[in-house]
């Protein structure tokens, strides 16, 4: 009698278990954002493109898994710029939360933390990062909708030497960190058998606030071209400093505080004419079979619901992670996490952004990047020619 009751426990208990697999009516998405703290801009841009998506998805009924359409659930988190909490929350997302999918916060530096957790648990994450030491750690679950920061580097070498021949020196300096450092070090090798030398090649702690001292060492260098790399706040302090301590050159680049209206909105006239390179620019034409359909829409989307504030490519590529993984989820016609994964490594498609298509290491192939520069106030496309809305200008 007990073994015929403990086979009919067992069997319920398995029964209720498929009939709870099989009748899961959403879709959840985990997404730990910088909402505060540091990097607080780019984590709202990040929610506000998860938000477009998830308007639109949802008004279309949800995302096709199989035979149904399901709706989504963003389930997000601040993570307050600290790596570690970012660990903490996207672990919690998966084990208490029970997310079917993760997105990484924005920055390589916290996407490595977080894919981490995602391999460790065999769930797919998308991410907003471009960081080649990111993605060569064999993580099999990291997808990046970003193309490798390398690509950045020799269309900049390319039009300045041009834009200016006797283009001589260049000096760099970096933010220690994962994604400046990488930046400053891409310059670094891409001069090498180029006729420019370096004469200033250093990296600046995290959290340095005067900036006077590799300011005066590179003013004694007189580089033609200054390349600084480091976020948001780290680029408008430095560009302040440098007004004040009177360095200037010919050519000035600041990866990628430009890309930002933030940038600008901070500094004034000081922001004009310093030049830096992009992943995206809505002076790209792309259309896509997307819940936005082309990229004329996301920048009316993204206008329209900041009130008038134009869209760089944080929101672009944050957006277009999710339609990464909404595409890969259909394709799949399932939500196993395997299934899914092996749709993302064979995704090969066009969207508002531009196209998609995953390398081994989880970036996204290389393209032609666009470099701008401010003029007049606002970001111009000097290449790639394609998408070009002005010429480069020497600020001396």
Known sequence: ????????????????????????????????????????????????????????????????????????????????????RAGILAEKLITDDEVDFLTAPFGSGHTKITAAVAERYGVPIIAVASSEPVHNQGFKNLFGTLAPSSGLINGMLDLFSAAKPDLKKIAILGRDDVFPRIMAKLMAGGVEGRDLSIVYNDLYPVGTLDHSASIAAIRSAEPDWIYVTGYTEDLVLFRKQMADLDLDAPIITMITGPAYKEFVDNLGPLAENITSASWWHYSASYEGDDVFGSTKAFYDA????????????????????????????????????DAVRKALTELDITTFYGPIKFRGDGLNDNRDLPIIQIQDGKPAVLAPASISTGTTKLIQ
């Not at 985990?30 to 990097?39: C, E, I, V």
């Not at 963003?74 to 790596?83: A, E, K, N, P, R």
């Not at 999710?322 to 399932?334: F, N, P, R, V």
Request: aromatic share 8%; net charge negative; with cysteine.
């Open 302 to 337: 993204v206008v329209e619901a900041t009130g008038g504030a134009e869209p760089d490519y944080v929101h672009a590529s944050s957006a277009a992670a999710l339609i990464a993984l909404q595409k890969a989820i259909e394709t799949a016609g399932t939500l196993d996490r």
């Open 1 to 84: 009698m007990i073994r015929v009751i403990g086979k009919f426990l067992f069997g319920a208990v398995c029964v209720f278990w498929s009939f709870s697999a099989a009748a899961q009516d959403v879709v959840k998405i985990g997404s730990p954002l910088a909402l505060t703290g540091a990097l607080a801009s780019e984590g709202a841009k990040q929610k506000l493109a998860y938000d477009l998506w998830l308007e639109r998805v949802n008004a279309a009924g949800g995302i096709k898994v199989g035979d149904r359409l399901l709706p989504v659930e963003l389930i997000t988190y601040d993570y307050q710029t600290d790596g570690k």
